[in-house]
T-cell receptor
């Protein structure tokens, strides 16, 4: 199956700092999503981004499908950004969405 | 929309008992997915449905696990008999169709003692 690798595995930030999370995948994909799992366990869909760039407030994401990676940018981080960020990909329609291992982010006040 | 609704939020049961988890997808979504999350294995897809029809159940760990979707607004995941290694958080998700954005429910935290 497709391999999804996220880096770094852990990230500690001071409130107000910027950061970049990376997702590498081993095959062509037609579906890529970023999720945030908050400290209460809820999984929130941040972006559906099989290619290109999108922005939502302080968060933005870029997927370069031809080079098989995606980046999630967090700007001016806040303590509420803490949690685990997952990248998930699907190789082709009718296939399954496979999750990476996640990046655990802690934003300190 | 109320989002994807799962029940119960927490379930504690004794080994050998039957457990039924429930999910109501977002109205109009045609694809429904059941995932399991554990520390050791992360998020794993158990089974998914398109238009109420099970498409791929290769992730279902054993015959003790079964899932149904009798109509577009309801799905169940059943474990019979339950075992301590089934302890995990079980998530249900739905999407308008496969290949588009997923919305996850709040999950059911299952503890089998």
């Amino acid at each position: 199956g497709i391999q999804v690798e996220q880096s770094p595995p852990d990230l500690i930030l001071q409130e107000g700092a910027n950061s970049t999370l990376r997702c590498n995948f081993s095959d062509s994909v037609n579906n890529l999503q970023w999720f945030h799992q908050n400290p209460w366990g809820q999984l929130i869909n941040l972006f559906y981004i099989p290619s290109g760039t999108k922005q939502n407030g302080r968060l933005s994401a870029t997927t370069v499908a031809t080079e098989r990676y995606s980046l999630l940018y967090i700007s001016s981080s806040q303590t509420t950004d803490s949690g685990v960020y997952f990248c998930a990909v699907e190789r082709a329609a009718g296939n399954k969405l496979t999750f990476g291992g996640g990046t655990r982010v802690l934003v300190k006040p | 929309d109320a989002g994807v609704i799962q029940s119960p939020r927490h379930e504690v049961t004794e080994m050998g008992q039957e457990v039924t988890l429930r999910c109501k997808p977002i109205s109009g979504h045609n694809s429904l997915f059941w995932y399991r999350q554990t520390m050791m294995r992360g998020l794993e897809l158990l089974i998914y449905f398109n238009n109420n029809v099970p498409i791929d159940d290769s992730g279902m760990p054993e015959d003790r696990f079964s899932a149904k979707m009798p109509n577009a607004s309801f799905s169940t995941l059943k474990i019979q008999p339950s075992e301590p290694r089934d302890s995990a958080v079980y998530f249900c998700a739905s999407s308008f169709r496969q290949g588009l954005a997923y919305t996850f429910g709040s999950g059911t935290r299952l503890t089998v003692v």
